[in-house]
């Protein structure tokens, strides 16, 4: 996971925290291929692979997170690593900062060489109390009891030394409540676990872990147990609203358009859908009308997707849903343009084919059209800023046209949901959202500002040993 991601990503936390309430479980979590519980592989996996697997863990389970590590002789390393926002619901997140977090612990199975374990680090992004930037990862550099078999690790605050890579000084490691004094305030990206390094000679290891165990001082108190198995999400049909909007809104860079939850009744029996208009304008500067939600998923996390759609019955215009992913090295949207309705003016259902259906990328133009599950080998990990429905372009002379959108169906491996949006309810959405992500020239600004300052750490990619 590129840096430039991380603080994407934490942006898109700090404004969905002002949409979603705090709601504090306590839970044992069961996280299962079929439903990660927000689970995901991170980017930058190499000589290396990492899965779930039958492998008993130290406390009854019969499955834990294995880890393999290839042997490496060209000094280009070999790394794996899986992250969660540490409070993700299919609601949303909410924001939790360094100085929040009261207990961490987790139980590893070293290689049977015993060599060494997987270990737990905190990705951080964004401003401390005082307005400081900060952007890095605390890394534990705890004892590690050494050995075969299983150990559990149940972090002093007070004691356990840990380093940042803000820093990029492994020898300079502080207790736990050191960096939550210096870091207070500063949110949380990601939780990571894994093992490895992205440079240098590796021995071959396979190694384990389970029962990551978090907890904050706003209630979130959470013990992910890895095991196989596991049942497919749940199918939920969530009603989206003006009042109640579910996550949805206005995208930026409309124009020449608009776009409302109509009184035209779907296909299946509701009275209402997103209506999108194009006013016909000949200017030149085209006609486009977008409505997005934010996702906290990555591209290779979406499982399935459909939607309904109603053309317009004059000229069978119809709206299409796009994927905008972003990292530092790639940035884009996902399109996939359906073949015409046979018959305009009547509702169709879109049910994406991952291996068939060809989707291009805004990145890459047209000619560069691939499968869904293509892409998905392509972009693996890179996030999802925004799942878009949307009609027109953003030049041209898109001709007028009026058509419809619903029962947006999107099935989330990495966090076991399986939602069907079904807009209800005469009105507009909100405002547009502000991006999850910086802009490129504000982006500018931050770095500049950095440099500045000194902090050249900010560019740094090194990620050492953990
Ligand atoms: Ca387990
Ligand atoms: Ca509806």
Redesign the pocket.
Known sequence: MSKRSMKKLILSIVFVACLVPITVLAADV?VTPQNMEGWFVKQGNKNATGQITAV??D?G????FEFHLNEVTNGSGAIFQIARVPAVTPEGVTVVKVDDIEELSWSFMSDTSGSYGPKLKVEYWGRDRLGNMHSGTLVYAGPLPAGAGWHAIDVDFNSDPWWSTENDDESETHPFAYWQNLLSGVPINYLVAGIGSTSGNMTAATTHI??IHFKEKNGIDDTW???TGGTPPSPETVVVTPDDTQGWALKRGNRNASGQIADVPDNHGGQGSFEFKLDGSTDGSGSIFQIARIPVLTVDSIAGLSWDYKSDPGNGAYPVIKIEYWSSERHGSLVYIPAPASNPGSWETVTVDFDSDLWWSTELGHDNQRTLAEWQQELGGILVNYLVAGLGSTSGNPAASTSYIDYIRLVEKFRGTDTTWDFEGKGELPPPVDPPIPTLSEWGVIILSLLLTGYAWFWRRRESVI
């Open positions: 069961t008993a863990d406390q389970g019969n499955g834990s389970d029962y147990n890895f095991e």
